[in-house]
């Protein structure tokens, strides 16, 4: 007869504990799990893995929980071992009593940030006065060489969120507001309370008992299994989940994209990250006065010049914008090369369009079709909807016979392909296209039509520079981040790019 334990069949359980779950069973009077891996020589991973086969068999009850810990930033580890940038100006202008801002940056190896950080700190404590840019000393060696709020906290780290005394608090937010130095990260702490049948079990000497976990050949010619005892496999317990590896969902989605413009007939077009100002805005007609050329709305790229394309090209959409083509008034005024030769992160995959026209002009490949899908940057104010980099769709079709109903039915039939059976068009305005329109899908959470991007037919002011005459193109580029959305039932932007490996591992693969 078998002895049971409150219909528990103990025997049963016994025999099928693993070599890690004996190993934890005569140490479960330990309450931390960094102390119980310790003193069983296990990693923390295999310990939690033999707690939850443990908890399978109600022999321990384990528990979860979140917590907020502060932890040291990037910047936060080498002023804990270098000192804070206020710790090294105090000690040198405690030294010197006076030394010149400039001497000072240099001798310390400070960013400009790090020194204005640390002449704010000491002004604000009355340690120091800027007197023709130099550094003079006001307070005592006793209040310099004292530690500061911010320097003991540092040393106390890591520390839970929700411990903190108000100075702790005070400092903590002054360190913040600083780069890097400091940052808040969610842990998972995870607990065990040894249940009735747990506490049985450890007082049964259980890790001394030789069960065997296999059989193999060796074993079945010599012999050697007989007489032994072979532990049991319970094939009801839970084994943790084995995530293997994958594409990016954006990239599952990109790849689909471009396959979708490639089995339509469409070559790839692709082109740097950087242009000039001359391919992101001129070349497409867009004014230079225009503020969509303003740093409020595009990146720039400091102390770069652009090289202008060579041939008549430049002329050519010189005179475009002064009004010199027939049927076109420009936009009225002196056409800069100077604002052309600046360098954008592009704000659109268009500006690959424009290049492409201009090389198709020159083989006489008419009729085309080329598409792009790729980052282009804004200066934008990032929210759900809105974000500083984004993915584009990017297609034209060049032909004497091209329509706009053509572009409506090359637009649905993507659309539909992408998974949107609806779509709303509507008339839209864009420098560089007429007639224009733009794309709208409804979102289902935030309750609003939002809009994916614009479409048209390049106006003459586009097509004569690069051609030499007008050729009807088709034009389209609307934002492929905003399509995937729906799909991957994302509702804010931002979520895209976090790379959360938990959500990751969790998202949905592209299967269209």
């Known amino acids: ?202 007082g049964m000497k259980i890790g001394d008992r030789e069960l065997l976990e296999g059989l193999s050949g060796e074993m079945l010619r010599s012999g050697k299994w007989k007489g032994k005892k072979f532990r049991r496999y319970d094939v009801t317990s839970d084994v943790p989940r084995i995530d293997g590896g994958k594409k990016h969902f954006m990239n599952q989605s990109i790849d689909y994209g471009k396959r979708i413009w490639l089995d339509m007939g469409f070559k790839e077009m692709e082109g740097s990250l950087l242009q000039s100002g001359f391919w992101n805005f001129d070349a497409l007609f867009t004014a230079q006065d225009h503020p969509v050329r303003e740093m409020q709305d595009t990146f720039f790229v400091k102390g770069k010049v652009a090289k202008m394309p060579a041939g008549e090209v430049v002329s050519r959409v010189k005179k475009v914008h002064e009004g010199g083509i027939s049927g076109s008034r420009g936009w009225g005024g002196k056409f800069d090369e100077e604002n052309s030769k600046k360098v954008v992160m592009r704000t659109h995959t268009t500006c690959l369009s424009a290049q492409t026209l201009l090389d198709i002009g020159k083989r006489g490949e008419f009729p085309a079709k080329y598409f792009a899908l790729g ?99 088709l034009a389209w580029g609307p934002g492929f981040d905003r399509i995937i959305m729906e799909y991957f039932k994302i509702h804010d932007l931002r979520d895209m790019y976090k790379n959360d490996l938990n959500k990751l591992r969790d998202m949905r693969v592209w299967d269209r």
Not at 20 to 39: F, M, Q, S, T, V
Not at 147 to 156: D, G, I, N
Not at 386 to 410: K, M, P, S
């Open 1 to 202: 007869m078998v002895k049971k334990d409150n219909d528990v069949d103990v025997g049963k359980i016994v025999d099928s504990l693993s070599p890690n779950e004996r190993r934890l069973i005569g140490n479960l009077d330990c309450d931390d799990l960094d102390e119980l891996a310790e003193k069983v020589e296990m990693d923390k991973t295999s310990v939690l893995r033999a707690l939850s086969f443990l908890a399978n068999k109600n022999v321990v009850e384990v528990s979860s929980d979140e917590s907020k810990v502060i932890e040291l930033g990037v910047n936060g580890v080498l002023y804990v071992r270098k000192g804070l940038p206020e710790r090294r100006l105090a000690n040198l202008v405690s030294e010197r009593k006076s030394v010149g801002m400039g001497d000072a940056v240099k001798e310390l190896k400070m960013s400009d940030n790090e020194f204005k950080a640390s002449l704010g700190a000491l002004k604000k404590k009355a340690l120091i006065n800027l007197v023709n840019g130099r550094i003079m000393m006001v307070g005592d060696h006793a209040e310099f060489a004292s530690k500061s709020l911010e320097e003991k906290f540092l040393e106390t780290l890591p520390r839970a969120l929700d411990s903190l005394r108000d100075e702790e608090r005070f400092a903590f937010e002054n360190l913040r507001s600083r780069k890097d130095i400091v940052e808040v990260v969610e842990k998972k702490v995870v607990g065990f309370k040894v249940l009735e049948l747990g506490k049985k079990l450890m």
């Open 375 to 473: 980052k282009c940057f804004r200066n934008e104010t990032v929210d759900w909807s809105h974000g500083f980099e984004f993915n584009q769709t990017e297609g034209i079709v060049v032909d004497e016979n091209a329509n706009f109903r053509q572009l409506l039915g090359y637009l649905v039939e993507f659309f539909r392909k992408m998974g949107y059976d609806k779509i709303k068009i509507r008339p839209g305005y864009f420098p560089y296209t007429e007639p224009s329109l733009e794309i709208d899908v409804f979102h289902p959470v935030h309750k609003k039509w939002v809009e994916l991007g614009g479409a048209g037919m390049f106006r003459p002011e586009v097509t004569i520079p690069m051609f030499g005459r007008h050729i009807p193109v």
